[in-house]
């Protein structure tokens, strides 16, 4: 059974700092290529960052760029995205997606809420 299960979402203050993870499961993991998207109420979700199967190639939305950073640990099979100096524009839901050839997984999600 496929299983992308994210964590590490919260509350935090303007300027503050989380790290997501999303473990998966039930698929060979090195093979796919990972992203994280977020979605605010009201609007679409968005790329936010994506990883190569290997993690040598990572990509960035422009309004995260030197805040965000992708990373994997293929041992692990998770992915985790380091957010720092959040705004409270970055409050949305966190999904981790995963893509190789016609296979689509997503996680269920889990909440970032930055706010004073």
């Known amino acids: 059974q496929v299983q992308l299960v994210e964590s590490g979402g919260g509350l935090v203050q303007p300027g503050g700092s989380l790290r997501l993870s999303c473990a998966a499961s039930?698929?060979?993991?090195?093979?796919?290529?990972m992203s994280w998207y977020r979605q605010a109420p009201g609007k679409e979700r968005e790329l936010v960052a994506d990883i190569s199967s290997v993690g040598g190639s990572t990509g960035y939305a422009d309004s995260v760029k030197g805040r965000f950073t992708i990373s994997r640990d293929n041992a692990k099979n998770t992915v985790y995205l380091q957010m720092n100096s959040l705004e409270p524009e970055d409050t949305a839901v966190y999904y981790c997606?995963?893509?190789?050839?016609?296979?689509?997984?997503w996680g269920q999600g889990t909440q970032v809420t930055v706010s004073s």
């Open positions: 997606k995963a893509v190789a050839a016609l296979n689509i997984y």
């Open positions: 039930g698929f060979t993991f090195s093979r796919y290529g």
